[in-house]
Each structure stands twice: as structure tokens, then as C-alpha cells.
């Protein structure tokens, strides 16, 4: 069944979700904003989408449910702050620091994902590999969150830097 002012039910199902993706509004752009290459956002919406709709039909959870979940169970509280000194040569350290707020938290979450995704430079299979880090992740078993406790570990080693806070 079609409703008025659709021209089929896929259109039906893709409004449906941008209204429902509305009420989360940050999340939705800054995982966009994190896809889009080049400055095609138009690109970036229709791979998020795709995916958004693959998760709500492969899940039979609310898929802002299952976001959430993954952003949580990947979400670092502290991270480290590569600087580098230049003289006569590049001396690099590390400091660690905390991700103050939750949207900063959340945006760094997004880039993690994003950033393991594209490890495989497949833009074909993006959607699919998006939804299914989603899905694992909010399952609270895949490889990022094996990465946010080794970086923990590490923030850990180099907790002797933390009081060198010059940035």
C-alpha cells in the first residue's frame, strides 16, 4: 500500500526514515559529514541512508536504538595528542588528554568507525560494511573496540606526560 504523495514504497520507507532521523539530527550529520569525499554530501547521505535502512530491515530493533549502542560501546574517554617538536630534529610525544564533552566524544566515535571502514577502499560494498560494523558493535564484539582498549592501554603507559598540557 502506497501512501499519497509517494511514488512508491521505497520513497515511502526513505522519508520515513529521514523524519525519524530528524530527532537525531547530530548524529545523522556528523556521520554524513565524516562519509562525505570530495564535498559530495549528497553521496554521503544516500550511503548513510542505504545503510540505515539495511540495519532496520536485517534488525528487528528501533535503528537509532542499535546507534546509540554502537556509538556507546565505542566511545574513548581519553585519548592521546601527537606533538611534535621541531629543532634541529622532530622529537614526537604523546599526552594524553580526555575527550571533555559528549559530542565531542561522539564525533570522535563516528571518526573511529568511519576511519576503519575506509581501510579497505571498497566504496562498493560501504553501506553493507557500515551496517554490519554497526550491528557488531552494538553486540559489544568487534575489532574497534579491541583498538579503543589497546589505546587505553597505551594512554595508560604514557600516563607520566599528562600534567604537559601547553595546547
Not at 8 to 36: A, C, G, P, W, Y
Not at 106 to 125: M, Q, S, V
Not at 138 to 166: A, C, G, M, P, Q
Amino acid at each position: 500500500m502506497i501512501l499519497k504523495g509517494y511514488k512508491t514504497e521505497k520513497h515511502r520507507d526513505q522519508n520515513m526514515v529521514l523524519k525519524n532521523l530528524k530527532k537525531t539530527t547530530f548524529l545523522k550529520n556528523s556521520f554524513e559529514n565524516n562519509i562525505m569525499i570530495n564535498g559530495l554530501k549528497t553521496l554521503a547521505e544516500k550511503q548513510f541512508l542505504k545503510s540505515i535502512m539495511l540495519l532496520q530491515k536485517s534488525s528487528l530493533k528501533n535503528y537509532k536504538l542499535i546507534l546509540l549502542l554502537a556509538i556507546i560501546n565505542n566511545m574513548p574517554i581519553l585519548y592521546l595528542k601527537k606533538l611534535k617538536k621541531k629543532k634541529k630534529q622532530t622529537i614526537i610525544t604523546y599526552i594524553p588528554y580526555t575527550l571533555a564533552t559528549q559530542r565531542i566524544r561522539n564525533n570522535f566515535t563516528i571518526k573511529l568507525i568511519i576511519k576503519k571502514l575506509r581501510k579497505n577502499n571498497n566504496d562498493e560494498f560501504f553501506k553493507l560494511k557500515l551496517k554490519n560494523i554497526i550491528l557488531k558493535s552494538s553486540k559489544d564484539n568487534v575489532e574497534i573496540i579491541d583498538s579503543k582498549r589497546k589505546l587505553h592501554e597505551f594512554v595508560y603507559i604514557k600516563k607520566t606526560f599528562s600534567h604537559f598540557r601547553w595546547f
